[in-house]
């Protein structure tokens, strides 16, 4: 199932619409390419001549987390960053505080250890999150 697809049948499940807007959305979360946020989503559309505002999008996005299309991957200085969820294996995250880089990465070792964390608190996970921030060899470089 295509991502227009599945996000038509969670808008209709949920009794709401696929208006022009969600739908403008849709297309530039799609042709996103790794994380953003949702002002670098508002120009991105403006740049390929939607005309939506930047409070529509910050307004929607919180659907397409809802319907499994995106997920939130890090909060940095007090903005959300998501990334496309469609499609991709579980990945966790490095972020530079200095230049913003994202390294992604899978540890199969760090799963192992959340999971023995679980099984010990007899607790059931449904997702989980791991966000490093910190200096990219480059910024590290520099001394900042």
Not at 5 to 12: E, S, Y
Request: proline letters at 3%; charged letters at 30%.
């Amino acid at each position: 199932m295509e991502p227009v697809d599945h996000f038509r049948g969670f808008l209709k499940k949920n009794g709401l619409a696929f208006t022009s807007a969600r739908a403008a959305i849709l297309k530039g979360i799609v042709a996103s390419r790794g994380h953003f946020d949702a002002d670098a989503l508002h120009e991105q559309l403006k740049r390929v001549g939607e005309s939506l505002s930047c409070a529509t999008v910050y307004r929607t996005l919180p659907l397409f987390v809802q319907s499994g299309i995106i997920k939130e991957t890090l909060r940095s200085k007090g903005r959300a960053r998501y990334e496309p969820a469609w499609g991709l294996e579980h990945h966790d995250h490095l972020e530079c505080v200095a230049c913003g880089r994202i390294i992604e990465f899978r540890d199969d070792e760090l799963e192992r250890l959340q999971d023995k964390v679980c099984q010990r608190h007899s607790f059931r996970p449904v997702e989980h999150r791991l966000g490093i921030r910190g200096y990219c060899s480059e910024c590290g470089k520099k001394g900042t």
